[in-house]
């Protein structure tokens, strides 16, 4: 067998990376060690590198490749005149018949395990230095799919052969090093599964975007994958949690999944309608359009194979995936290293901050974490490449691997389509140069020689700004952060940017805000999804009705989104605490929401009106409070995350404390129940003076120094001509915040502070210290710049300070 040209799938393995490239040995590996962990791969067989090598000297072609490589590397020929005549070498010989008769051979087995007469299969190059650890050759090769009969066949093989030598190929090796002539090529030849009735799509074990590897993200578009992993569409994206995904908690229920994101998916690939055309492009339904690709069970069966192959490659991984149109059937079709984030050290990372706001021109997926500027360099087509001008903005429409020369000279890129899976994507992440895909507009609205700044620094979604913004980067060492009594947690405002701080090691989300994942994701006033009919503006309504699309009850819309959203932010931190306030926007703010000035009524003061948990037990808005209640049993029950502490603000009276926890227990929000923790806001003087009462009722109190500042001193947090009087550092402030810490070890609960207050003053936080505040949570850009200032005043801090509360903190 060692001598074959021709070896099936399930003979090989890892091992055989040298005689059938890394693509076919992984295919074989997953066929020979996990179908009996319910992976499923489509059928096959692989030529051999051997093969290879005897195809060339039979047809006697070896001298002439040489000498095209040797022009080419003196400069005496072109990439393009080298490409080519190296491909016409390929495409003018014939294979050996000991080798075609063995592939026709292998093609008639594969057939008949299949009980077709003429099996249509997919032909993929496997290069020998391809799919390795360092190096993912994405897309380097040609792919040939629904080929069918024995002549076909062999074409489509001498095919693969001559794509070792693309354009695109012979570049990508000179800049990795490889020598040309080194890498030989294997063909795999693959049962086509029926994706193009069906849908299919790629797979990453890690998030690719931050590195943050207890995530598994999945791209899903309709009909044959290439639309995907070109980026000629926009897929819809999924993220499940990993770690929920084991037995016992899917015998509790428990689907976590964390992020599902409906793409536009306008066009799909399909099979050919016969002829020379194998496969053809078609408009998506609108149907199609609104709909997602994958359900809950499928996006969780994915996400288990992703678990099963990660583990047993012992690494993060980049896998292709396809639903059989005709028998529902999901299969993994390709596997191989993550080769960007994985490769990355969890003890340094690079924080980049813009120092300059500007207008936004365009808004996409951020692949990447960096920041670029420079001029807009508006390129339609492949035929135009040489226009590119180093060091400029790559402005496109999608990618595919003939840009790959001057996408590595380019300060950035920015595309109308693709997902954070495609070509541009994963080839802007190898080569460390930020893109934004997907915008859709951006080659219509972003003009030829426009200065532009591209920013991929502030979570999930790319920004194109016009103009030069000045930024900073900041090179950071976990490492040499100090240890800490005192528990330091994050406050994270947007679930886009949750994933971004996670090698922070912080001790816990403190502070997440709800308005803040409403205002960005959900944009509807709740009770505008619970009463429509009230909703006159007709513009507002319809945009109402367009958000909630494919939602039977509008406000599932509101309890899904909103679920999500606490989700992806409680993701990184789990099983340490994420404290989610309850929505705490003014009436002014409300009225803003889309829907929302038909619920709100103007106040003269906002800031001491509606809100907090005044809000929740009342008529106006109790059934929009119970659909934040929802969500965040949906999070706490259905998607795992346990770790979720509910917390109220602007609570004014212990009666109106009885009040909320009434509501919140109707809506199964019991606290106790579940391991369910209800923390307050100690934000009101009254929740200082009458502290050891609202002890009673939470089981802990977080200082909202802003709010306490304003109301202790009469300043108008918002007030401009006031603002030289507003100090959280003010005698009768640190008095108050002073008296509420002793308060609450007195009634045995915790008590933390989330605030800007000891990240701009470092003698503020000294004082948190010595009063024994239980933890202290920042927003992540001055985490790093305050956990030294606070390991400092542990110094001369009694030890035994903070109370033993801190330890259960962490």
């Not at 800049?175 to 990453?204: E, P």
């Not at 015998?251 to 066009?267: D, F, M, N, Y």
């Not at 030294?788 to 903190?809: F, L, N, V």
Request: net charge negative; aromatic share 8%; glycine share 8%.
């Amino acid at each position: 067998m060692a001598d074959s040209p021709v070896m099936w799938f399930d003979e090989i393995g890892m091992g055989d990376v040298p005689r059938v490239g890394g693509k076919n040995a992984s295919l074989g590996e997953l066929i020979r060690n996990l179908q009996s962990e319910g992976v499923r791969v489509p059928d096959g067989f692989a030529t051999t590198a051997a093969a290879y090598r005897t195809f060339i000297a039979a047809n006697g072609i070896d001298a002439a490749m040489r000498s095209r490589i040797a022009a080419y590397r003196s400069g005496n020929a072109t990439l393009r005149a080298t490409g080519e005549a190296i491909r016409e070498l390929f495409l003018a010989s014939e294979f050996p018949e000991d080798i075609a008769e063995s592939i026709r051979a292998h093609y008639r087995t594969l057939g008949e395990r299949a009980g077709v007469d003429r099996l249509s299969v997919a032909v993929r190059s496997s290069a020998t230095a391809e799919d390795l650890p360092d190096a993912s050759f994405a897309g380097q090769q040609e792919t040939f799919l629904n080929i069918a009969g024995e002549h076909e066949l062999l074409d489509a093989c001498r095919r693969c052969y001559a794509s070792l030598f693309t354009d695109r190929a012979i570049s990508y090796r000179e800049v990795k090093g490889f020598d040309h002539l080194d890498v030989a090529l294997s063909i795999g030849i693959q049962r086509m599964v029926r994706s193009d009735v069906g849908a299919s799509g790629v797979m990453f074990s890690i998030d690719t975007d931050s590195g943050f590897p207890r995530a598994a993200v999945i791209s899903a578009a309709w009909g044959l994958g290439e639309t995907v992993v070109q980026g000629t569409i926009n897929p819809d994206k999924y993220v499940v949690f990993k770690p929920l995904l084991s037995e016992s908690a899917a015998a509790q229920g428990v689907t976590p999944i964390i992020e599902k994101s409906l793409g536009s998916k306008a066009r799909k690939m399909v099979y050919g309608r016969g002829g020379s055309a194998r496969t053809r492009m078609m408009d998506t339904s609108a149907a199609e359009r609104r709909a997602f690709v994958l359900g809950d069970a499928e996006i969780l069966a994915l996400a288990r194979w992703a678990v099963s192959v990660e583990n047993h490659y012992g690494r993060p991984m980049d896998m292709e995936w396809a639903r059989d149109g005709e028998t529902g059937e999901l299969f993994m079709v390709q596997a191989r290293p993550e080769t960007v984030q994985s490769l990355r050290t969890g003890a340094h990372f690079t924080i980049h901050h813009l120092l300059e706001q500007g207008t936004v021109l365009a808004t996409g997926a951020a692949i990447g974490d960096s920041i670029a500027h420079g001029t807009a360099c508006v390129i339609r087509t492949a035929a135009d490449i040489a226009a590119f001008r180093d060091g400029a903005i790559l402005v496109t429409e999608m990618t595919d691997p003939d840009w790959v020369p001057i996408m590595k000279r380019a300060a950035g890129i920015v595309t109308d389509h693709g997902g954070p899976t495609s070509h541009a994507a994963i080839v802007s992440r190898e080569l460390g140069v930020p893109a934004v895909v997907g915008t859709v507009n951006a080659t219509a609205v972003l003009a030829e020689g426009r200065p532009v700044t591209i920013s991929c620094a502030e979570g999930d979604t790319g920004r194109v700004y016009d103009g030069t913004l000045a930024f900073e980067t900041e090179d950071v060492d976990l490492g040499a952060l100090p240890e800490t009594r005192t528990a330091v947690m994050v406050n994270i405002a947007s679930p886009a940017a949750a994933f971004q701080w996670w090698r922070l090691p912080a001790d816990g989300v403190g502070l997440a805000r709800m308005e803040f994942i409403i205002s960005s994701l959900i944009r509807v006033h709740p009770m505008a999804l619970v009463h429509p009919e009230r909703v006159t503006d007709p513009a507002e309504a319809q945009q109402i009705r367009e958000l909630a699309q494919g939602y039977a009850d509008p406000t599932e819309y509101f309890v899904d989104a909103l679920s999500l959203g606490i989700a992806k932010i409680a993701a990184p931190y789990y099983p340490r605490p994420v404290i989610v306030r309850l929505s705490d926007f003014k009436t002014n703010e409300y009225a803003h929401l889309l829907g929302g000035a038909a619920f709100e009524e103007p106040e003269e003061n906002p800031m001491l009106g509606f809100r907090g948990a005044s809000r929740y037990y009342d008529a106006r808005y109790r059934e929009g409070f119970a659909l934040e209640c929802a969500a965040l049993k949906r999070v706490r029950e259905k998607l795992g995350f346990t770790n979720v502490i509910v917390m109220v603000p602007f609570c004014r009276t212990p009666q109106e404390a009885d009040k909320v926890l009434a509501v919140m227990a109707e809506h199964g929000l019991v606290r106790g129940s579940n391991g369910l923790q209800v923390y307050m806001m100690c934000e009101i003087p009254s929740n200082v003076v009458l502290a050891e009462k609202f002890a009673t009722r939470f089981d802990g109190f977080s200082i909202g120094s802003n709010d306490l500042t304003q109301l202790v001193l009469g300043v108008d947090r918002d007030s401009g001509q006031l603002a030289a009087l507003f100090d959280e550092r003010d005698e009768a402030v640190m008095a108050m915040i002073s008296e509420a810490i002793r308060k609450a070890h007195a009634g045995g609960i915790k008590i933390g502070i989330c605030g800007q207050g000891p990240s701009n003053h470092p003698e503020f936080a000294a004082f948190l210290v010595r009063e024994g505040i239980d933890s202290i949570s920042l927003n992540p850009d001055s985490y790093l710049r305050t956990v030294p200032r606070i390991a400092e005043a542990e110094k001369t801090a009694p030890a035994g300070a903070a109370s033993a509360a801190t330890a259960s903190a962490r």
